[in-house]
């Protein structure tokens, strides 16, 4: 099989995915590129991150400049004489030196349906969106952000009850299969010289933008409705988690199921308020229905995640039935 000449960029575990199926096959690629290495976790430890780790496992260059106008990086690019530089959830910006370097330009593996949810976080805002389905596609990489034209897609339904962990791995997986396809296609164009694939567009109808996760994402509101707050908990969970107070205690809640209201009550609880805490979750009062919550975690003493019987059983004079939610 026709071999071409890769550099892979990326960082987080999404990324990982994608360089491992990359390395599998006849177009390894030469070196990697991702991020510098920051303090992570609870105890701010210094760390690499997983595209690092995998590349050192793989016994591959390393480079992790601060940014692309890095001169070092640059001229070690150059000396790689790139047919393909391939990017998934790098996290920096790529100039258009770069951008231009490969014979054969820069794809992303993108994990959203595009043109909905370009940007930073597309699985979490999909999620929080109550998208039906999404996807991963494979972009030829230009100046705007996430506006390329696409090569390939594939397509995965939401279910429900989506962690964001869980969808993120299910297209990563996805991804490294359309890439592999894709990355097959020029090889084949390379060795027969003959025309590479072309893209195409991406209509501007129905785009949307997937704005980077913030602060102000984790909190919830509970005057709206149950549906809406299990999904924001569930897309946040794993890197950013929604936050509460029961009784100035501060906790994270991990997972949840929205339930519809109790019958039989002559009038509606305000919201906020804790119906029932049992072993099979906290349910707590919306706007309209109500959180099954099933997993936590308290932002005093240890900080591991505990099911609904672990916290009643170390927090059970906070967990009492009426106890509110702020």
Not at 69 to 94: F, H, N, S
Not at 105 to 120: E, K
Not at 202 to 220: F, I, M, N, P, S
Not at 231 to 259: E, K, S, W, Y
């Amino acid at each position: 099989m026709p071999k071409l000449v890769t550099v892979f960029a990326g960082s987080p575990s999404f990324a990982a995915t994608i360089l491992q199926g990359l390395s599998n096959s006849p177009h390894a690629p030469k070196a990697v590129l991702t991020q510098p290495d920051r303090a992570r976790g609870r105890g701010r430890r210094v760390q690499a991150n997983p595209v690092k780790q995998l590349a050192g496992a793989l016994q591959l260059p390393v480079l992790q400049p601060a940014n692309l106008r890095d001169t070092d990086a640059m001229d070690q690019l150059k000396a790689l004489q790139p047919d393909l530089l391939i990017v998934a959830a790098y996290g920096l910006i790529l100039p258009k030196t770069v951008l231009n370097l490969p014979t054969y330009g820069c794809l992303n593996v993108h994990a959203s349906l595009l043109p909905r949810w370009r940007g930073a976080a597309p699985v979490e805002r999909a999620l929080m969106a109550g998208d039906p389905e999404t996807g991963v596609c494979i972009m030829h990489m230009e100046a705007g952000l996430d506006t390329g034209p696409v090569y390939r897609c594939a397509r995965t339904p939401i279910e429900p009850d989506s962690s964001a962990e869980e969808l993120e791995r299910r297209l990563a997986e996805m991804g490294a299969q359309e890439l592999l396809t894709v990355v097959g296609a020029f090889a084949d164009a390379h060795a027969t010289q003959s025309r590479p694939p072309a893209p195409v567009a991406q209509r501007e109808t129905g785009a949307t933008y997937a704005h980077k996760l913030t602060a102000a994402d984790r909190t919830l509101d509970w005057t709206r409705p149950a549906e809406e707050l299990a999904r924001q908990i569930n897309a946040l969970a794993d890197r950013l988690p929604v936050r509460t107070r029961i009784a100035d205690i501060g906790c994270q809640f991990l997972a949840a199921t929205a339930m519809a209201d109790s019958t039989g009550r002559p009038t509606k609880p305000a919201p906020g308020t804790l119906m029932d805490a049992s072993k099979i979750g906290l349910f707590i009062q919306c706007a309209t229905g109500q959180l099954q919550i099933t997993s936590l975690r308290m932002e005093q003493g240890k900080g591991t995640p505990l099911n609904p019987a672990a916290a009643i059983n170390g927090f059970g004079d906070l967990f009492r039935n009426g106890a509110q939610f702020a």
